[in-house]
C-alpha cells in the first residue's frame, strides 16, 4: 500500500471548522482513502472513507483531490471532544491497514 | 452488543513470564487483527486473521504467537516476555469481502508493561 503524509500537528479554536490535509502522491487506482482517529487512551474509530469522488456523513467530510493525490478531511465545527490523533490510510487489496503516525489534533476553548 | 472486547485492560509482566492476550468480537466479522502501539508512534500489525481457521504475520511478528479460536475469539500469546514488549495492544474486527477491507472496529486496548 502506498504511504501518506500528514502534518504531524494542528490547532484549531473550538466551534470553527478544520482542514486535515494528507498528501497520497503514489495513490494507485484501486486505492481506498480511510480516516481514522483516535481520542486519548482509545482505539482508533473509523471516520470515513472515499474513493474519488467528495464524501459526507454525520462525523465529517472527506475532499478528494481531482487527481488523487492528496485530500482533505474537514471536521465542519470543532467540539472538544474532536481532540485526537487523525490518520489518513491508504487501501488498497490486501488484508492490512499501515497506520503512520497522523496528525494530532489540539482544539482550543 | 458490545464491539470489540479484550482482557484484561492492564497487565504487569517481569521479563521471561508468558501471558495470553484474549480478544472477542460480536459483530459476526470475519477478519481479525492485533496491533501493538508504542508511546507517540501509529499503530504496527502484529499478526491478522483473514478468516476463522488462517493466521498470516503482519509487520511486527517476531516474540508473538496467535490462535483463532473460533470466528469470535483471537488470542495473542507472549511466551516468554520482554521489556521491549512494553506496549499498547489493540486487537480490531473487520469484514474483509471479495479482496477488500471494511470498516475496522477496535478494541479499548490491553496496556502491557513488562519489567
Known amino acids: 500500500d502506498a504511504k501518506t503524509t500528514q502534518p504531524n500537528s494542528m490547532e484549531s479554536n473550538e466551534e470553527e471548522p478544520v482542514h486535515l490535509p494528507c498528501n497520497h502522491s503514489?495513490?494507485?487506482?484501486?486505492?481506498?482513502i480511510h480516516w481514522y482517529r483516535q481520542l486519548p487512551s482509545q482505539g482508533p474509530e473509523y471516520v470515513i472513507h472515499?474513493?474519488?469522488s467528495n464524501v459526507n456523513n454525520r462525523m465529517a467530510s472527506l475532499a478528494i483531490a481531482e487527481d488523487r493525490k492528496s485530500s482533505t478531511l474537514i471536521l465542519h465545527r470543532a467540539t472538544l471532544r474532536d481532540a485526537a490523533v487523525y490518520y489518513c490510510?491508504?487501501?488498497?487489496?490486501?488484508?492490512?491497514?499501515?497506520f503512520g503516525t497522523g496528525t494530532s489534533l489540539t482544539v482550543i476553548p | 452488543n458490545a464491539g470489540v472486547t479484550q482482557t484484561p485492560k492492564f497487565q504487569v509482566l517481569k521479563t521471561g513470564q508468558s501471558m495470553t492476550l484474549q480478544c472477542a468480537q460480536d459483530m459476526n466479522h470475519n477478519s481479525m487483527y492485533w496491533y501493538r502501539q508504542d508511546p507517540g508512534m501509529g499503530l504496527r500489525l502484529i499478526y491478522y486473521s483473514a478468516s476463522e481457521g488462517t493466521t498470516d504475520k503482519g509487520e511486527v511478528p517476531n516474540g508473538y504467537n496467535v490462535s483463532r479460536l473460533n470466528k469470535r475469539e483471537f488470542s495473542l500469546r507472549l511466551e516468554s516476555a520482554a521489556p521491549s514488549q512494553t506496549s499498547v495492544y489493540f486487537c480490531a474486527s473487520s469484514e474483509y469481502v471479495r479482496g477488500r477491507i471494511h470498516t475496522q472496529y477496535f478494541g479499548p486496548g490491553t496496556r502491557l508493561t513488562v519489567l
Open positions: 490510510i491508504l487501501k488498497g487489496t490486501g488484508n492490512q491497514f499501515y
Open positions: 472515499g474513493l474519488t
Open positions: 503514489t495513490i494507485s487506482g484501486t486505492d481506498y
